[in-house]
């Protein structure tokens, strides 16, 4: 469960003894199975033997859609409470609800952008605002990413690309035990290539924002 | 071409469980496939209709799941290698086939996939569909990875055509829903024609015929009693005086859990994969050495029950749990802390467990919730709206019995219009019951889907008996929770779908039901109109709402409504479209301060509903375009 934020290079014939659990949460149609899918299939060419669990069905008529990859010395498809090592938030509300899956060293990378539920759209509750939402995470993990990625993905030209905003951003932490390059080989090979170029520039933009030292409300211990 | 056709032996992919299956048959030369559409499973359907637009597999979206039993039963006796795939719940409405198909058996392997859902992530229930096994008599394969749903889906059929029975794979949403590596192997050829040898002594069950089928399905289960012993899928490893037994996705979570305790030394773990019949000396074996035994097995104690049966046969008197105070719920999926605590707990260790943050905690209060809803532009909404106003209207408080599908999510307010659900089909038999019992007004709903599913002889029998409801069909002309799968009514199919159009509208008329209203749900004034006459009529009464799913048709023709609507000042903040309406795209402009009503416009459909019933709500005027 220890997490290195040092540059890791990939290890295509032999694997570290790692393990390395990722929650991804957000809602219906921002993309988050087919980050999960990239992560999976990026980690798969990486010489590892990953596992992605879904969410399917009804959860996906405007609910919370969650996913999970897990790689290294692991079996279970799932991530208890208490045991992501990253949480790749897609929602503001959503990323908070999923810290019950966080302990005190997990990474969190959150779009800071806001989706409101339909309870509170109609006033029947309310939305903790988003700043102080950030500071309690803040607070309570090891460290946090936090930016509006959906600003980002519509200044790199697709509003929809928030998935790969992000992707970009978990990248450039250095958490994954493979690069940069592996996953941008998955876009260019698995993804429509009608979107490759949005979905690059979607990419870099993450990229970019994890290395805007302003964009880090926590900065994992050992981060240098 | 499908992904599930290419790549060659040895090569490794990230498929989902389901499409490991998928694999897996095709790898055992599998001819034909049927479904009903039903989360977790759907995608094993999905994946064969693609496929078999690609290649020889025939493939079928059966109108249920009786139906696709049936279908893949005449194909096997006919030498083909068939498999059926369906929800826990379509093993039910299969039921009566199976039990009758293990005394007739197969010719060719058959493999039934039953895809049972712990925790209800999309289901009425969570039955466990092992007990079909024991009940029917068959030999029942679980998989705990996509590896494994490979390479079982591949060896069911072999054990199939030897046993001569069809095989039961076991499957829980965790395993079907999960992606993992799967190594490939080499696909195999289509068998060509089949032929159908007649046999009618062995295979026409009538009385004197079903006896001797009888004994013959008992031999058979002896025959794979043996075969269970010496499966592969069976194994013991580690070494020790405790003992673990499992089964299924639970495996996986017991061997991280070995793992993490450091109890490599200390506990023998029973891994089954063949778990029907249960393999007796392999399980005494186990036993023998053993102080203390856990399983770990989600839902009902369907292994600790067969291992405390075969110990006590033998005389041993170990302790062996799983269910209990203390140990594992027979309630919903388990997960890797789960099992590692009742692990330590059972046999006295500490777990040196991480401590999860509690965010409602740390908050302060509790987090708004997240609801599933009906898409913005669904016609369901629109209908029920027109349901709800009638009655209003009309002064009269409905009673609304409701069906599986996307509808059901009406249950939720504002819209509250679904009173009482079973199960596929029961809106309109429970609607009978209800309406006879009662003086009130009784309004069934069900879709298009569902009312093909199970929904004809219960509107026959309403016919016959003269009951007195009005069912609404809600028809979007698809399947759509599932993802959007065809049925025999729909006019909206995919390219090339090869099959005949069945118009719900005779359907109903041939049913013998009179009183039939067909409306187009969005346009509010006649959809009103004939709900109301409909609800005032008396008999039986159908009103057929008839408008297609919105993503649906922007799926299959890329077609979006551009037009948008907007709250203009003359709004007086009645609040009615919350209270009655809901569409996601209406909100309050100020969430905190209860301020004005708005349309997001990024959320609006365009289907110009609203527009109609409020004057306040005007269109956003085209800008460029």
């Known amino acids: 469960m220890t997490l290195s934020f040092t540059e890791n290079r990939k290890p295509k014939t032999e694997n570290p003894k790692i393990k390395l659990r990722i929650f991804l949460t957000g809602v219906g149609g921002q993309g988050t ?3 999960s899918r990239v992560l999976g299939e990026a980690a798969l060419e990486a010489g590892f033997s990953p596992l992605v669990s879904e969410t399917h069905g009804m959860a996906q008529r405007g609910g919370i859609v969650v996913s999970t990859v897990v790689l290294g010395e692991v079996k279970s498809p799932i991530i208890s409470p208490g045991e992501a090592d990253v949480l790749l938030g897609f929602e503001a509300l959503e990323t908070f609800r999923a810290l019950d899956r966080c302990h005190a060293r997990s990474l969190v990378i959150a779009n800071t952008a806001a989706i409101p539920p339909y309870p509170v759209a109609t006033g029947q509750a309310q ?8 500071q309690l995470m803040g607070e309570h993990v090891g460290g946090l990413l936090a930016f509006d990625a959906g600003d980002r993905a519509r200044q790199a030209g697709s509003a929809l690309a928030v998935n790969m905003v992000l992707l970009g951003a978990l990248a450039a932490t250095a958490c994954l035990p493979f690069s940069q390059e592996d996953l941008l080989h998955i876009l260019r090979t698995r993804t429509n290539p009608k ?23 926590r900065r994992p211990a050992s981060w240098h | 071409m499908s992904e599930l056709l290419t790549g060659q032996p040895g090569e490794r992919r990230l498929f989902l469980g ?17 479904t009903y559409p039903g989360t977790p499973a759907s995608e094993i359907g999905d994946r064969c209709y693609e496929i078999s637009r690609q290649s020889d597999l025939y493939f079928e979206y059966s109108v249920n799941e009786k139906v696709a039993l049936e279908v893949a039963a005449g194909a096997a006796a006919s030498g083909w290698r068939s498999l059926c795939s369906m929800k826990h719940v379509g093993l039910n409405v299969a039921a009566d086939t199976l039990m009758t198909l293990a005394y007739v058996g197969v010719k060719a392997g058959m493999v039934i996939v ?6 209800l992530f999309s289901s009425q229930n969570e039955q466990d569909n092992r007990f079909y096994a024991k009940m029917a008599g068959l030999p029942m394969l679980e998989p705990a990875s996509p590896q494994e749903a490979k390479e079982m889906a591949r060896a069911a059929f072999a054990l199939s055509e030897e046993l001569q029975l069809p095989v039961l794979l076991r499957t829980t949403t965790r395993v079907n829903h999960t992606r993992g590596a799967v190594t490939l192997g080499e696909l195999a050829p289509h068998p060509g024609p089949g032929f159908f040898s007649k046999e009618p002594f062995q295979k026409v069950m009538v009385p004197a015929v079903a006896r001797q089928a009888h004994a013959r399905l008992l031999e058979a289960q002896a025959r794979a009693a043996a075969l269970s012993e010496t499966s592969a899928f069976n194994k013991i490893c580690g070494k020790g005086t405790w003992g673990i037994a499992t089964s299924g996705v639970s495996s996986n979570y017991v061997e991280d859990a070995v793992a993490e305790l450091g109890l490599q030394d200390r506990v023998q773990v029973l891994k089954l994969g063949f778990t029907h019949p249960l393999p007796v000396n392999l399980i005494l074996k186990f036993l023998a050495p053993l102080e203390r035994v856990l399983v770990v097995e989600e839902l009902e104690p369907y292994l600790e029950e067969g291992l405390r049966a075969i110990a006590q046969a033998q005389g041993l008197t170990l302790p062996v749990q799983g269910k209990g105070q203390a140990l594992f719920s027979r309630l919903y999926e388990y997960h890797p802390a789960l099992v590692r605590r009742v692990t330590a707990r059972y046999f006295a260790l500490t777990d040196k467990a991480a401590e999860p943050l509690e965010p409602a905690q740390i908050l302060g209060q509790p987090l708004p919730d997240r609801p599933p809803n009906l898409c913005p532009g669904c016609p369901h909404r629109a ?9 209003k209207d009309l002064g009269v408080e409905g009673v609304f019995p409701t069906d599986i599908g996307c509808y059901t999510l009406g249950l939720l307010p504002p819209l509250s219009m679904a009173d009482f659900l079973i199960c596929m089909g029961s809106s309109i038999n429970t609607a009978a019951g209800i309406s006879k019992a009662t003086d009130q007004k009784v309004v069934a709903f069900i879709g298009d889907s569902t009312f093909f599913h199970s929904g004809l002889p219960g509107l026959v029998n309403a016919v016959h008996q003269g009951h007195d409801f009005l069912l609404v069909i809600l028809d979007n002309g698809t399947t759509a929770m599932t993802g959007h799968q065809p049925h025999p009514g729909v006019t909206l199919t995919p390219p090339g779908y090869p099959c005949e159009h069945v118009p719900l509208k005779r ?17 509010y004034q006649e959809a009103l109109a004939a709900t109301k006459e409909a609800v005032n009529a008396t008999g039986v009464r159908v009103l057929i709402a008839e408008a297609p799913c919105p993503l649906h048709v922007h799926r299959l023709q890329g077609r979006k409504s551009r037009a948008r609507f907007r709250v203009t000042d003359k709004c007086q903040d009645c609040r009615h479209c919350l209270d009655y309406f809901g569409c996601p795209a209406m909100q309050l402009s100020d969430k905190l301060e209860g301020g004005r009503m708005l349309i997001d416009t990024d959320l609006c459909s365009g289907c110009a509903f609203c527009v109609q019933w409020c004057e306040a709500i005007r269109p956003v005027k085209a800008r460029g375009k």
């Open chain 1, 33 to 35: 199975l087919l980050a």
């Open chain 1, 127 to 134: 939305y903790p605002p988003v700043s102080h939402l950030l």
């Open chain 1, 195 to 217: 979107f490759l170029e949005a979905n690059l520039n979607a990419f870099q933009a993450g990229v970019d924002a994890a290395q805007d030292s302003q964009n880090w409300v």
């Open chain 2, 18 to 34: 389901n499409e490991a299956i998928v694999r897996g048959a095709l790898e055992a030369g599998v001819a034909l496939v049927t």
């Open chain 2, 114 to 119: 039953s895809a049972d859902d712990p925790s």
């Open chain 2, 383 to 391: 209908m029920y709206y027109s349901v709800k106003i009638a009655l």
């Open chain 2, 507 to 523: 359907v109903v008329q041939a049913l013998g039901v009179e009183k039939l209203w067909v409306v187009n749900p969005f346009k």
